[in-house]
């Protein structure tokens, strides 16, 4: 490559607009029927398990505490999702939806477990997750 001709493209592009957005200081906003990560709505949920059953990556899994009482807790894992949207199609009552505001997904951690429902259901789940068949027969 000659220089003459690197300089001259050099300085065509002091002059010229990047054609690349500053990403954390321009954001643009997502597609209207972008899909996103889960949103879940346990109030609504009847339990059906039709969204565990047509997921093809085992990314939900509907954990029922009580059928009765309606408590049931979502564990959904964002690392296995490939966000086909078929749990949305296949909701009856409508309880799961795709959010199409939340789309930034890097995080610092590795933790991609999400836990959705009521907050006292969650907390009861992950109590009774951490007591371990084996820590109740070595007693």
């Known amino acids: 490559m000659r ?3 690197m300089f001259k493209d050099i300085l065509k592009s002091f002059f010229t607009k990047s054609s690349t957005q ?4 321009e954001r643009v906003a997502p597609p209207e029927r972008y899909r996103g990560i889960l ?3 346990p109030s609504v949920c009847t339990g059906c398990t039709l969204c565990v059953k047509d997921c093809p990556s ?3 899994e509907l954990v029922i505490l009580d059928r009765a009482a309606k408590q049931y807790v979502m564990k959904y894992r964002m690392d296995r999702c490939i ?3 078929q749990c949305v199609v296949n909701c009856k009552p409508k309880g799961i939806g795709m959010s199409n ?6 995080a610092l951690d590795q933790n991609f477990m999400v836990y959705y429902g009521k907050e006292q259901d969650i907390a009861k789940y992950l109590e009774d997750s951490a007591k371990s068949p084996i820590a109740e027969t070595e007693s």
């Open 22 to 25: 500053l990403y954390p200081v």
């Open 83 to 85: 966000y086909c949207g």
């Open 3 to 5: 220089i003459g001709t």
């Open 39 to 41: 949103s879940y709505n």
């Open 58 to 60: 085992d990314a939900i």
């Open 101 to 106: 505001q939340e789309w930034e997904h890097a």
